[in-house]
């Protein structure tokens, strides 16, 4: 929880995975999950070095049918195709200062 100097009341940061962002919505990465398994990690490392880290702008741009798989994520100047298992690990909050 945060609050300013003026007394404002406090704001909380709303925290969600990727997978639950709607389509178009910028979006600011805070963390990737930090599975258990082997296969998790081997996972989440991958998405970490493509550029999954805290502080990056991140979009949905278009979503597969049905079932919303796959998912079209924008980051940076790159769109990459993730599952919604794979979006579901990257944990994020709508808003993006930096993006384009």
């Given amino acids: 929880m945060r609050t300013t100097d003026f007394g404002a009341a406090?704001?909380?940061?709303?925290?969600?995975?990727?997978?639950q962002l709607p389509n178009n919505q910028w979006a600011t990465v805070l963390d990737v999950a930090r599975?258990?398994?082997?296969?998790?990690?081997e996972l989440v490392l991958r998405l970490t070095e493509i550029g999954f880290v805290p502080g990056e702008a991140v979009r949905i741009v278009a979503s597969g049918v049905p079932g919303?798989?796959?998912l079209a994520v924008r980051?940076?100047?790159?769109?990459f195709a993730l599952r919604r298992h794979e979006a579901a690990?990257?944990?994020v909050t709508p808003g993006a200062a930096n993006h384009g």
């Fill in 75 to 79: 980051l940076g100047h790159t769109t």
């Fill in 35 to 41: 599975p258990e398994d082997a296969d998790g990690r």
């Fill in 10 to 19: 406090p704001t909380t940061a709303v925290a969600l995975r990727l997978d």
């Fill in 68 to 70: 919303r798989e796959p």
């Fill in 89 to 91: 690990l990257i944990h």
